[in-house]
């Protein structure tokens, strides 16, 4: 069971940024692939990026490439979110989730099995 905790959230202005941070209990911290997800009211939870177990590699929706950075410190059991350049349609609840341990790192919501609590991000114009 893996159990994980956003934060850093809040409101910002447009072009502003913020560092969203996940921290996992656990101790296979590495094992996971890790992915942010996130949801406005209305619609379904959309994918923003991921980053494999050692984080070799990052995986990015493409409203976001230039923007958003995902990245991970294994010793910490914490994934991150660097956003940069905010925009107004970024407002959403900030996801973190867990894929199952040495699985593939994939963009559906639908392989990742631990989801925390959630964020709010709000960018005013």
């Known amino acids: 069971q893996v159990q994980l905790a956003e934060s850093g959230g809040g409101l910002v202005q447009a072009g502003g940024s913020l560092r969203l941070s996940c921290e996992a209990s656990g101790r296979t911290f590495s094992s996971y692939p890790m992915g942010w997800f996130r949801q406005t009211p209305g619609l379904e939870r959309e994918f923003v990026a991921a980053?494999?177990?050692?984080?070799?590699?990052?995986f990015n929706h493409d409203s976001v490439k230039g923007r958003f950075t995902i990245s991970r410190d294994n010793a910490k059991n914490t994934v991150y979110l660097q956003m940069n350049s905010l925009k107004p349609e970024d407002t959403a609840v900030y996801y973190c989730?867990?894929?199952?341990?040495?699985?593939?790192?994939?963009?559906?919501?639908?392989?990742?099995?631990?989801w925390g609590q959630g964020t709010q991000v709000t960018v005013s114009s």
């Open positions: 989730a867990a894929g199952r341990a040495y699985s593939t790192t994939t963009s559906d919501p639908d392989n990742y099995v631990y």
């Open positions: 980053i494999t177990g050692r984080g070799l590699r990052t």
